[in-house]
């Protein structure tokens, strides 16, 4: 996930390369993301397990951001929103198109 993600976006390769602090935020955000997806090969419920607790209060954000992340995907399509939800992750501009999508 990190490679693939560092070879589409510069911006996160030299993160990566610069060891910038940064990471330690873009990283975590990432997996959930591909949590979301539900392609994260349970790394977020081995290093996370708490958003998977039943009734707990960090499951019931993961329950209603799946059902935010579930509604966005059926308006811009599932690889649309992935690849625009990684960007703002890990700060990359946006273009004007990508902008609209996000009103």
Do not use: W
């Not at 560092?6 to 390369?17: I, M, R, S, T, V």
């Not at 392609?39 to 993961?62: G, H, Q, T, W």
Request: net charge negative; charged share 30%; aromatic share 8%.
């Amino acid at each position: 996930m990190i490679e693939a993600t560092a070879d589409k976006h510069k911006e996160f390769a030299a993160q990566l390369e610069e060891r910038d602090a940064e990471i330690f935020l873009n990283i975590p955000a990432l997996l959930i993301l591909k949590s979301l997806e539900n392609e994260d090969k349970d790394i977020c419920r081995i290093f996370y397990p708490e958003m998977f607790e039943a009734n707990s209060a960090k499951n019931n954000l993961v329950i209603g951001l799946k059902k935010v992340y579930a509604n966005l995907r059926r308006r811009l399509g599932r690889y649309e929103l992935y690849n625009l939800m990684e960007k703002c992750l890990i700060e990359v501009k946006l273009t004007s198109q990508e902008q609209q999508l996000c009103t």
